[in-house]
């Protein structure tokens, strides 16, 4: 068995703030990370940290892009376990 990690975030921007209300959740992003280090990160996201007019497939760095720029940003991360086969499909 394998752990995969999903982490939540609230970075607090116009558009986290407009997907927080709409969505009446907490957190407004969804990442998926394959290790506990949380490196890297992949999600449907900014491909330039400074706007959000472009997005796509993205990997993320916690300690990059936009995580860098708002650094109060709100994270939930929760862990869990996958078959071996389950893995290696998301690494594909």
């Excluded at 752990?3 to 992003?29: D, E, M, Q, W």
């Excluded at 449907?44 to 892009?65: C, D, Q, S």
Aim: glycine share 4%.
């Amino acid at each position: 068995m394998k752990k995969i990690y999903i982490v939540t975030t609230f970075t607090g921007t116009l558009l986290s703030c407009l997907i927080r209300n709409i969505s009446k959740t907490p957190y407004a992003h969804v990442s998926i990370a394959l290790n506990e280090y949380l490196r890297p990160m992949y999600s449907f996201g900014r491909l330039n940290p400074k706007t959000p007019i472009f997005a796509g497939f993205v990997e993320e760095n916690i300690n990059e892009g936009l995580y860098a720029i708002r650094t109060n940003t709100m994270c939930r991360v929760y862990s869990l376990t996958v078959t071996e086969r389950q893995y290696e499909k998301l690494v594909e």
